[in-house]
């Protein structure tokens, strides 16, 4: 029983339709999944990711509307990570974020690979990470409309960078719980766990700050990182282990697309457990994603009162500076 890596990182906007622009016109990602959040259904949930949303390659967003900005600090996702092919690939992208007006900086190496860091408008942290190694757990499918070019294009997520003020409680619950694995690549500011296969779509990477506060999350920040668990039979067994831990969790939660099972690491970092399946096609053709409101059947019957309380995604709200 082995978590095979990365399943999605769902973030905060408080601008859909600009999150909208930004992550397809400038990013090159598909929007496979136009939904609500099943626990707030006045807002937004958007996904982004490949051709069809494969597991691995999906980057979510909840749309809380005048959401204050978020203010870094420990007890949080740091940055998230997505993989591109090689250090071509990367060129590429320092040269069309700085022809967009994307804040970045200039590329790097962090833990043995090059990077290139980047904010999208509403600060959210962002590392390119080169992948030439291969993530062999992920599939990746081209969307073939995308602006981005396939040989540079985005092929999933890379590694989440959690920010702690102690290391070993959440080291015991990546390597003793979840059956991470440490490995070489500490270059002296991050430590490095995969899970799986490996590969940089696999990992979590750790950084220690001591000094830090911790962060307050808003727009531009991180909600929670989603671990792939193969089976369902498999994520049943997985709760048992939590169970049998003493860690407390949602239980089964069943969101259509994926099932899941929530609960925080010791420093207070939303981790979940996402199976593989049923998938994004479960109610749209593959040419059709992210074209119309997709609601999961439990909610279709609220439809017309859902959808009075959504913004419509091609008109931006006004700038907050909070």
């Known amino acids: 029983m082995q978590l095979t890596g990365v399943h999605h990182v769902s973030a905060l906007t408080a601008q859909a339709a600009r999150n909208l622009d930004f992550y397809t016109r400038v990013m090159g990602l598909r929007l496979v999944k136009r939904t609500v959040n099943q626990d707030d259904t006045s807002s937004y949930h958007l996904f982004y990711g490949d051709r069809q949303g494969s597991p691995g390659t999906e980057l979510t967003f909840f749309d809380v509307p005048y959401a204050a900005a978020n203010r870094?600090?420990?007890?949080?996702?740091?940055?998230?990570?997505?993989?591109?092919?090689?250090?071509?690939?990367?060129?590429?992208?320092?040269?069309?974020?700085?022809?967009?007006?994307?804040?970045?900086?200039?590329?790097?190496?962090?833990?043995?690979?090059?990077?290139?860091?980047?904010?999208?408008?509403?600060?959210?942290?962002?590392?390119?990470?080169?992948?030439?190694?291969?993530?062999?757990?992920?599939?990746?499918?081209?969307?073939?409309?995308?602006?981005?070019?396939?040989?540079?294009?985005i092929q999933g997520l890379g590694p989440v960078t959690l920010a702690v003020a102690q290391a070993e409680p959440t080291v015991e619950v990546l390597t003793g719980l979840m059956g991470f694995r440490e490995r070489p690549g500490d270059d002296g500011t991050v430590r490095v766990f995969a899970t799986g296969l490996g590969g940089a779509g696999a990992e979590v990477h750790l950084e220690v700050h001591p000094d830090w506060p911790p962060e307050r999350l808003g727009r531009g920040g991180t909600h929670h990182v989603?671990?792939?668990?193969?089976?369902?039979?498999?994520?049943?067994?997985?709760?048992?282990?939590?169970?049998?831990?003493?860690?407390?969790?949602?239980?089964?939660?069943?969101?259509?697309?994926?099932?899941?099972i929530y609960f925080r690491e010791p420093s207070g970092i939303l981790f979940e457990l996402a199976t593989d399946g049923p998938g994004f096609l479960a109610d749209e053709d593959v040419d059709h994603l992210g074209e119309r409101l997709a609601l999961p059947p439990f909610l279709e019957p609220r439809r017309g009162e859902i959808e009075s309380q959504l913004s419509p995604l091609d008109q931006p709200r006004p700038e907050v500076s909070r």
């Open 72 to 153: 870094p600090g420990v007890r949080s996702i740091s940055s998230i990570g997505l993989r591109v092919r090689d250090s071509r690939a990367l060129a590429y992208w320092q040269a069309r974020l700085a022809e967009c007006g994307v804040d970045s900086d200039m590329a790097a190496e962090r833990a043995g690979r090059p990077v290139l860091a980047l904010r999208d408008p509403e600060g959210q942290r962002l590392l390119l990470t080169v992948d030439q190694e291969g993530s062999p757990a992920t599939t990746y499918l081209h969307w073939a409309a995308s602006p981005v070019p396939e040989h540079a294009a």
């Open 226 to 260: 989603a671990f792939r668990v193969p089976t369902e039979a498999e994520h049943l067994a997985w709760l048992d282990r939590l169970n049998s831990a003493g860690i407390r969790s949602s239980g089964l939660v069943d969101r259509y697309y994926f099932r899941s």
